[in-house]
């Protein structure tokens, strides 16, 4: 700097001097405070063992003490006293809470409530029921009453169908029984054979009549009975018997019938 300005300008000898001499006093000073700097750190920073340590320390809980003055030691809690007072609930106080008075009244209040909501549903359901049965009563009693014309009117067919069913079958087997009975008129049995071999057919006989009995086929009586004219049918009458007059004093042919529904007349001579 001092050759720059002289080489520029021309400057005095004293005036250079004082200005080579503040260059060397500021040389100096920052020199000083370097030093000084550096033994500073040097001093009072730690040691890499001591880092280290402290590192290790550092990754390890360190339990916190508080200390307290005497005269306040038993008034100020410590900060493991704070922790461990906090507030819990337990069981006990948990039941403590649905048993009390408030609890238990509040309680009853909720079911009364429930209660008289539930009632006043039942009146007003009640009262509907009242004013559509009011409204819809009639047609509804009309309704059973149909039904049960309906179900009566089934039943009465059913019965009646399995009565026509029923004759039908049985007049188609008194045809046979018919044939039954005109040979054992004819036939007379004299052998023993010939008697054995009678047996056999009027079981077979009594075997149809037992069928057709199980199925409510009842025989019409004629003889000794006053003349019917529902249920036989006079082909003439005899006079000298000794039946009084209008009994049937002799059959021709079997009638039959189911309850009070003929299937066939009896064909009879009635006393004259």
């Known amino acids: 700097l001092t050759a720059s300005l002289s080489a520029s300008f021309p400057v005095p000898s004293i005036i250079q001097s004082a200005i080579m001499s503040s260059q060397t006093s500021l040389l100096f000073l920052v020199i000083a405070v370097l030093s000084a700097s550096v033994h500073s750190f040097s001093v009072t920073g730690p040691a890499p063992s001591t880092l280290a340590r402290g590192a290790s320390q550092a990754s390890r809980p360190v339990p916190t003490c508080l200390f307290a003055e005497e005269d306040n030691e038993a ?108 040979a054992f008129g004819v036939v007379k049995a004299e052998t023993e054979e010939e008697k054995a071999i009678e047996a056999e057919y009027k079981a077979s006989y009594q075997m149809i009549l037992d069928a057709i009995g199980d199925l409510g086929v009842e025989e019409v009586p ?3 009975i006053e003349f019917d004219y529902e249920m036989h049918q006079a082909v003439m009458q005899k006079p000298g018997t000794d039946f009084e007059e209008g009994i049937v004093c002799e059959e021709f042919q079997k009638g039959f019938k189911i309850g009070d529904s003929l299937i066939r007349a009896a064909m009879v001579a009635v006393a004259a």
């Open 75 to 182: 008034d100020a809690p410590t900060e493991e006293t704070v922790g461990e007072a906090g507030p819990t609930e337990s069981p006990s106080s948990e039941m403590d809470i649905l048993n009390s008075p408030a609890f238990l009244k509040r309680k009853i209040e909720v079911l009364k409530s429930d209660i008289e909501a539930t009632e006043k549903e039942i009146e007003e359901a009640q009262a509907r029921a009242e004013a559509g049965k009011a409204e819809w009563g009639p047609q509804l009693d009309a309704l059973r009453a149909e039904y049960k014309n309906i179900q009566d009117r089934m039943a009465s067919q059913s019965e009646s169908r399995d009565m026509e069913s029923t004759r039908a079958v049985v007049r188609e087997m008194l045809e046979l029984l018919d044939n039954f009975d005109r």
């Open 222 to 224: 004629t003889i000794g």
